[in-house]
Nanobody, 119 residues
């Protein structure tokens, strides 16, 4: 069972930055960040895969950067120019082999970390 541990959430003012980390206990070919705002469905933010590369949601392109330190099995999400609408619980997810099209097909999920952006 792969363990995913997120860290780095917090509260910032609009325009600020945060960096999220997700430490995985084992190697996974695909890792991604998702978020869920109050009253909304969970959505994909960004994903990283050896085979499929990097993808971003349109809402975060140009502001967020996903990266991975393979030596540490750790995924990062650098979030710049944060907006109040970025407020959500951010989850790390992983799949051993590929990046699923459906969120529900990710094998493993972290516990989530809260990001709050005030105006």
């Amino acid at each position: 069972q792969v363990q995913l541990v997120e860290s780095g959430g917090g509260s910032v003012q609009a325009g600020g930055s945060l960096r999220l980390s997700c430490a995985a206990s084992e190697y996974n070919a695909c890792m991604g960040w998702f978020r869920q705002a109050p009253g909304k469905e969970r959505e994909r933010v960004a994903s990283w895969s050896y085979t499929d590369g990097i993808t971003y949601a349109d809402s975060v392109k140009g502001r967020f950067t996903i990266s991975k330190d393979s030596t540490k099995n750790t995924l990062y999400l650098q979030m710049n120019s944060l907006k109040p609408e970025d407020t959500a619980i951010y989850y790390c997810a992983a799949h051993r082999l590929w990046c699923p099209l459906k969120e529900s097909d990710y094998n493993y999920w972290g516990q989530g970390t809260q990001v709050t952006v005030s105006s």
